[in-house]
């Protein structure tokens, strides 16, 4: 039976986003970053990379420590994995920490181990699809993922 814990009441708040919302969410959040980003996208399209980059490149800029775990781009085909290969590049270039896990699907982020998006969008890739994220302000959930997905060890 569910018990309500007054005490994780940050449980029961959250916003849902989609495609077109989610964006402008994310990147205030990632503006507002004082301590690490981590983001799982399987997927780096140069459209969505060129979209984030500023915010990226401004919190690396700020010390704030970012991990994106993708798929390795030899996992991808044709343009995909040129995209992909290429956008690491960028990525790495200016001090991102980026991991590879294979048959990667998830789609989150965790800012400051105290936001969690997770649901649908690939946060890198996203362009002409029906998605939807959900945002929830919780360090309970987001270090909850972190252990679940197993990247305190790269952190």
């Known amino acids: 039976m569910f018990r309500f814990n007054k005490d994780r009441v940050d449980?029961?708040?959250?916003?849902?986003?989609?495609?077109?919302?989610f964006y402008p969410a994310f990147i205030a959040d990632a503006r507002?970053?004082?301590?690490?980003?981590i983001i799982e996208s399987p997927f780096i399209g140069y459209r969505r990379l060129s979209w984030l980059y500023p915010a990226l490149h401004k919190a690396v800029k700020r010390g704030v420590k970012i991990t994106i775990n993708t798929r390795d781009p030899v996992c991808h085909e044709g343009i995909m994995q040129q995209q992909s290969?290429?956008?690491?590049?960028?990525?790495?270039?200016?001090?991102?920490?980026?991991l590879y896990t294979g048959n990667h699907h998830r789609k989150l982020a965790i800012i400051d181990r105290k936001i969690l998006y997770?649901?649908?969008?690939?946060?890198?890739?996203?362009s002409d699809s029906c998605e939807v994220m959900r945002r929830v302000e919780s360090a309970y959930l987001a270090e909850e993922m972190v252990q679940f997905v197993k990247?305190?060890?790269y952190l």
């Open 85 to 98: 290969a290429e956008g690491v590049a960028v990525l790495q270039d200016i001090g991102i920490t980026v």
């Open 11 to 21: 449980l029961l708040r959250s916003r849902l986003y989609n495609e077109q919302s």
């Open 118 to 126: 997770e649901g649908s969008l690939n946060i890198l890739s996203q």
């Open 32 to 37: 507002r970053a004082t301590e690490s980003i």
């Open 151 to 153: 990247l305190d060890s």
